[in-house]
Structures are given as C-alpha cells and as structure tokens.
C-alpha cells in the first residue's frame, strides 16, 4: 500500500487549494479513504472521509462548508478541495486508509495558512 500526498501549500486567509493523494497497492474503490490534519502541538483529527466508490462522504464540523473530499476510482485519486482557509487550518495533512486492522499513512502535505 502506497500513499502520496501533493498540493499543499502556503495560501493567504480566504484561500482555496486541492490537495491529492494518490494511492496504489490495494483495490482503492474497495475502502474508505480519509484525509486526517496535524497541527503542531495537537493530535491527528479526521477531516474528511468518502467510502467506497464514492456513494457517501462526511467532514468534521470545523470544516463543513469549505472542505470538499472527492475521489476518482479510475485514477485511484482523492481529493480535498479545500476553501476559505483559516490560519487555524495550518497543518500537515496526511492521506489514510484502514483495511483490516492497519492504519496506512502517506508522508503528509504541509498547508500553512498565513498572511
């Protein structure tokens, strides 16, 4: 199992980007895939998550509304579309996904919201 994270950034309050992960090694339309942040200082949280072939999606309540996730089984890419950034937003964000008992991770994209 193969994860890369691509797309972070530095980005002025009020902006947007995409993050992209793309996995490899497993039937990616199989499982849930999860984008989870990191702040210095915090613990990991879950920020967004879409099931398998994309039939449903959820996202913590500190980003409804601005944060899209999407995933595209052909390319076994997903997505976070990230709007109206917040400093509070800056962190490393790692893509994820559980199959059986294992947690795999990706190495993580730094976004950093700042003016």
């Known amino acids: 199992v193969h994860l890369v994270e691509s797309g972070g950034g530095l980005v002025q309050p009020g902006g947007s980007l995409r993050l992209s992960c793309a996995a490899s090694?497993?039937?990616?339309?199989?499982?849930?895939m999860r984008w989870y942040r990191q702040a210095p200082g915090k613990e990991r949280e879950v920020v967004a998550g879409i099931t398998s072939a994309g039939g449903s999606t959820n996202s913590a309540d500190s980003v409804k509304g601005r944060f899209t996730i999407s995933g595209d089984n052909a390319k076994y890419t997903v997505y976070l579309q990230m709007s109206s950034l917040k400093p509070e937003d800056t962190a490393v964000y790692y893509c994820?996904?559980?199959?059986?008992?294992?947690?795999?991770w990706g190495q993580g994209t730094q976004v950093t919201v700042s003016s």
């Open positions: 090694g497993f039937t990616f339309r199989s499982y849930t």
């Open positions: 994820n996904v559980r199959i059986g008992s294992r947690d795999y």
